[in-house]
């Protein structure tokens, strides 16, 4: 599914302060898996595979609103840097997750 992502940057070039607006095409699929593993065991490498793919999309998705919200002022900035910490504490509680699938695969 292509998408882009458009936010502004502002940096410093031999000491004069620049602005630019970028705009980030993404192609990449978003494929979610529905199948149903009812007993701990067999599915549990699909799971841990899913859930680390997860992971690891929205650690990019959170970085992407972070530096958004670094280009906005006001209530949408504050709502947003809000999102942002939803986004990171998800993550916090995913990684968990797959840690704690591999330490049981391991045992």
């Known amino acids: 599914m292509e998408h882009s992502h458009e936010h502004t940057h502002t940096h410093t070039h031999d000491g004069v302060e620049h602005t630019h607006t970028h705009d980030h095409s993404h192609d990449h699929e978003h494929t979610h898996s529905h199948d149903h593993v009812h007993a701990a065991g067999e599915g549990d490498g699909k799971i841990v595979a899913v859930l680390s793919y997860m992971l690891e999309h929205n650690v990019h998705h959170c970085a992407e ?23 990171e504490e998800a993550n916090t509680h995913l990684s968990k997750a797959v840690e704690e699938l591999k330490q049981q695969e391991k045992e």
């Open 65 to 87: 609103l972070k530096e958004m919200a670094g280009g906005l002022s006001g209530e949408a900035q504050h709502q947003l840097l809000h999102a942002v910490e939803a986004f």
